[in-house]
């Protein structure tokens, strides 16, 4: 699903414009990745966490040279669902 459907989907559910619509996902997207550049992780009962998870140093390996590079810790930005919506996600196949 993309952006576009999420906001033609809401808009449709709500009755709310999709221009409307649009500029409030758009604006909470930028405050979920504005909070993440801070540091600070975003938590949504129900729905999931926002997190910041830290990667280890390591060694890699570029075969076609066969050298060897280190790759420095670094931070990404993950996603952990809730446990409600996992169980959902877990037995919607069912």
Do not use: C, Q, W
Not at 42 to 60: M, N, P, Q, W, Y
């Amino acid at each position: 699903m993309t952006k576009a459907e999420i906001v033609n989907e809401i808009g449709r559910s709500t009755g709310i414009d999709k221009t409307e619509v649009l500029t409030v996902v758009e604006s909470f997207m930028e405050e979920v990745k504005k909070a993440m550049v801070g540091g600070e992780e975003v938590f949504l009962r129900g729905f999931g966490s926002f997190i910041i998870k830290t990667r280890a140093e390591k060694t890699a390996r570029n075969i076609s040279k066969g050298t060897s590079i280190r790759i420095p810790a670094h931070k990404i930005p993950a996603f952990k669902p809730a446990k409600t919506f996992l169980n959902k996600v877990s037995n919607s196949n069912k």
